[in-house]
């Protein structure tokens, strides 16, 4: 299985933006499907997780800010990110099964 993270980059707080995770091999929607993040000195830490059957789950840092979603037909699942905080700064990985994305970083500027 492989995991590609993508859309991380540098926005000014109060901003946005949107995280993608495609999932190559495997059986999609056999796991749940998870964004952890990792900031630096810090352990990794759920962000989200979305079930195929569209259950989802977040952590308190990020409750009423970011949406989980995921696109079946493309194998995908996205993270909207909205009204970001520095403290939202960390590489964000996707999470399937046993595997990790390589990791995609997030820099939110005060």
């Known amino acids: 299985v492989q995991l590609v993270e993508s859309g991380g980059g540098l926005v000014q707080a109060g901003g946005s933006l949107r995280l993608s995770c495609v999932i190559s091999g495997g059986t999609f929607g056999a796991y749940p499907v998870w964004w952890y993040r990792q900031a630096p000195g810090k352990q990794r830490a759920m962000v989200a997780?979305?079930?195929?059957?569209?259950?989802?789950n977040y952590g308190d840092p990020v409750k009423g800010r970011f949406t989980i979603s995921r696109d079946i037909t493309r194998k995908a699942v996205h993270l909207q990110m909205t009204s970001l905080k520095p403290d939202d700064t960390a590489v964000y990985y996707c999470?399937?099964?046993?595997?990790w994305g390589q990791g995609t970083q997030v820099i939110v500027s005060s």
């Open positions: 999470h399937y099964g046993a595997d």
């Open positions: 997780s979305v079930t195929m059957g569209g259950d989802t």
